[in-house]
């Protein structure tokens, strides 16, 4: 969700920020733009279409230019129109690119009106180029760094911004409050990103800012402040961005790849684990988790189904109450809160608006005891918990989670196990046969992948179709959750998704013999019931499409379509039937003609609320 890119240099670094901007797609956006200091004055231009029409303007106009910001947006304040799009200047004298809402806007602007400036767009962002250029104007005389510095004081809301001004070439300040920016060290040139992915080739040297952080770069140095305004020294990295994360290869879309990749990235994820100790999730995760006694789960969308289904695996092999919330209603009700809970947040980027905030009001309501399952390992949300487990399952592109969630649910087995062995739930047999299957899932991932072409020909069918319904059971309720989604996320046919004991309850009344119903189906405690189910759904004529084992006795009859799913081990069963339903959803949305990668509506991470 919008991308930044900005640089001082002594050449021409618009390819630079254009290359980045292009590695910064996947994060969502609708429309774009590059500004230079040419001749003297900032110019710029912006595409309401994508990167690639962006670079074509940028060649035809001999934009070039040695202090530059570049920028994706996701509209939020204003239409993805031109005048809306960033970079936005400040009477032709700053340009200035911004991630986030700044949430007091209308009366700052109704400040800078009354000071004289006038509002070309319908952005935000507008409010933040004149309040540095007013404060430029007075308290700051004309130092950009200081105005930068007294203007985030007066902003309220989450932000990332990169700025430069006509007066100062070779300068650009940027400043972080709730949307991840990294600096990129060169020699003699420096970078700005809202990730290192977008600088991947151009330096390995990083710097993340922390939250609060505003830093000016030169052509031979950075300086940052901290939020009190005092000079901060924060750690180099050496960050080898995989710049291979956006070559597609041999696939049609990042998410098939993504889809394809995940024997690979559970592999990886799986890497050093020897046995299980609570020294996975950190040096102290012993003294913590012996001083719990439940776990509450905070996440936002596939990450939030990842945990529901946590919330089995804990219960029943660990006997740890836990409860799952979805971020963005827990930040805002009123709860219990239980300074012994082990708080997990669960998130790909590790930069979810809603679930940093949701973390935020856990720690500040007592509950100190804070896990991280994350994708990133230097995002804020790793940064602010005690303990953390990283996924590996590489960058992820495409905007529906695919690997991510995969990944998500090998951690909080990890988790379960751990949890489960610390109390004395876990005998050395146990322990010895659940790693052996989760060492095995890379091998029986790829038996399941191998059911592509039984899948692409149902999704034929379900391209015809306007809704769907998913149905599944215990632990594989969450699976029908996280199928539905996938399929409405990037087919756009409205899917719903029940535990199959509720169609009676009321979702019965909408199965006709229009309906697919899809059913997740292993041969476990629970199958006869879900026969049961079944049955509820062809007498009223509902076409059932139905994930299967072998030993289950559900054959393909008249209405009733079987794929039958490899053999598999019981528990690890959420994490195989997974992959069939993305694959479903991709092949749907392919056969429907959807934009797989990039949905209507929706960006990658999720920084604003
Ligand atoms: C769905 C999807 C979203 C994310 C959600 C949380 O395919 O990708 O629902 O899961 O926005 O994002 P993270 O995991 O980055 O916190």
């Known amino acids: 969700m919008c991308g930044i890119v900005g640089a001082v240099a002594k050449r021409d670094v618009v390819p630079v920020l254009v290359e980045g901007l292009r590695r910064l ?52 304040h204003g239409a993805p129109v031109t005048h809306n799009a960033h970079p936005i200047f400040s009477r032709d004298e700053i340009a200035l690119v911004h991630n986030g809402i700044i949430e007091n806007h209308e009366s700052l602007r109704e400040e800078l009106r009354g000071q004289g400036y006038e509002f070309v767009s319908q952005t935000d ?104 305004d005092a000079p901060a020294t924060r750690e180099v990295r050496t960050v080898h961005a995989y710049s291979g994360a956006v070559e597609l290869g041999p696939y049609r879309h990042y998410m ?45 969308g596939t990450s939030y189904y990842s945990g529901l289904t946590a919330k089995y695996w804990l219960e029943s092999l660990a006997q740890v109450p836990t409860s799952v919330e979805v971020a963005s209603e827990y930040r805002y009700r009123d709860s219990v809160p239980n300074p012994k809970t082990l708080v997990v947040t669960i998130s790909q980027s590790g930069e979810t ?15 100190a005891h804070t896990l991280a399952i994350c994708n990133v390992g230097t995002s804020a949300m790793v940064r602010e918990t005690a303990l953390h487990y990283l996924t590996r399952a590489g960058t992820e592109i495409g905007v529906a989670s695919t690997k991510a969630f995969t990944t998500q649910l090998t951690a909080l087995f990890l988790l379960t196990l751990t949890l489960a062995k610390l109390r004395g739930r876990l005998t050395a047999a146990q322990e010895a046969e659940h790693l052996k299957q989760l060492r ?25 179709r306007e809704n769907a319904l998913f ?31 509720e169609l009676k309850h009321g979702p019965l009344a909408l199965v006709t013999d229009e309906m697919p119903v899809v059913t997740i189906a292993p041969n476990d405690a629970l199958v006869e019931k879900l026969k049961s189910n079944m049955q509820e759904v062809r007498a009223r004529g509902g076409q059932l499409y139905v994930f299967a084992d072998a030993d289950s006795n559900i054959q393909n009859d008249e209405g009733v379509h079987v794929i039958r799913m490899p053999e598999h081990y019981g528990q690890l069963s959420p994490i195989l039937h997974t992959v069939p339903l993305q694959l479903l959803a991709y092949h749907t949305a392919c056969a429907r003609g959807t934009d797989v990668d990039k949905p209507r509506n929706l960006a990658k991470s999720v920084t604003v609320e």
């Open 440 to 464: 095995h899932l890379p091998a029986a991932l790829n038996s399941v992948l191998a059911l592509e072409p039984q899948i692409i020909a149902w999704a034929d069918d379900f391209a015809r």
């Open 353 to 367: 608006a809603d679930t940093m905030a949701a973390l935020q009001h856990a720690q500040s309501l007592g509950q």
């Open 25 to 76: 797609e996947y994060r969502g956006y609708d429309s774009c733009g590059v500004a230079v200091l040419q001749d003297g004055k900032p110019q710029r231009a912006r595409s309401v279409a994508r990167v690639a029409d962006l670079a074509a303007q940028v060649a035809e106009s001999g934009l070039t230019g040695e202090t530059a910001v570049a920028h994706t947006r996701w509209a939020t």
């Open 256 to 300: 098939q790849k993504e889809i394809f990749e995940q024997p690979r990235a559970i592999g990886d994820t799986m890497e050093g684990v020897e046995g299980i100790t609570p020294e996975l999730f950190g040096e102290n995760a012993e003294g913590v988790f012996k001083q719990i006694d439940s776990v509450l789960i905070l996440a936002c």
């Open 125 to 228: 962002t507008e409010v933040i180029a004149h309040l540095i250029h007013v404060l430029l104007q007075g308290a700051a005389a004309g130092d950009l760094f200081k105005a930068v510095r007294l203007a985030t004081k007066r902003l309220h809301g989450a932000y990332a911004i990169a700025v430069f001004r006509k007066q100062e070439p070779h300068v650009v300040v940027g400043a972080r409050a709730g949307s991840p920016l990294v600096v990129g060290l060169g020699n003699g040139e420096n970078f700005l990103a809202s990730d290192a992915l977008a600088l991947a080739g151009t330096t390995d040297q990083f710097i993340y800012l922390e939250e609060g952080d505003v830093v000016e770069l030169r052509l031979n140095g950075v300086q940052i402040v901290d939020r009190h």
């Open 471 to 501: 149905l599944g059971r215990g632990l594989h309720y969450p699976i029908a959750l996280e199928g539905a989604l996938k399929l409405k996320e990037i087919s756009y046919i409205h899917a719903e998704a029940y535990p199959a004991g």
